[in-house]
């Protein structure tokens, strides 16, 4: 998914969110993840972007490789994947 700037992502049950570029502003909330390989993956990002209100429960990961994140009032159950730079 390539949202535009400024846009807010917010669906009651998903399986997986992929974002990628352009997310200066976007707002990922309101989300239940589950049963998938990655709840989430953000990547190639260097703009601000919030995720919040999320409840992350497949036993897998959330993958983020990017810069700029803000994560609030979220719940995990999986593996938080950063690497060491970016």
């Known amino acids: 998914m390539k949202p535009s700037l ?3 992502i917010g669906m009651p049950r998903i399986h997986c969110v992929w974002i990628n570029r352009l997310t ?5 909330t309101r989300n239940l993840c589950y049963g998938t390989a990655d ?8 703009r601000s972007f ?4 999320y409840v992350f429960l ?3 990961r959330l993958r983020d ?3 700029g994140g803000a994560y609030e009032k979220n719940l995990f159950t999986c593996v938080i994947d ?3 730079r970016l």
């Open 6 to 8: 400024e846009s807010e």
């Open 24 to 28: 200066q502003g976007t707002r990922i």
């Open 39 to 46: 709840d989430l993956f953000i990547e190639v990002n260097q």
């Open 50 to 53: 919030l995720i919040d209100n």
């Open 58 to 60: 497949a036993p897998s």
């Open 65 to 67: 490789v990017s810069q």
């Open 82 to 84: 950063r690497p060491a």
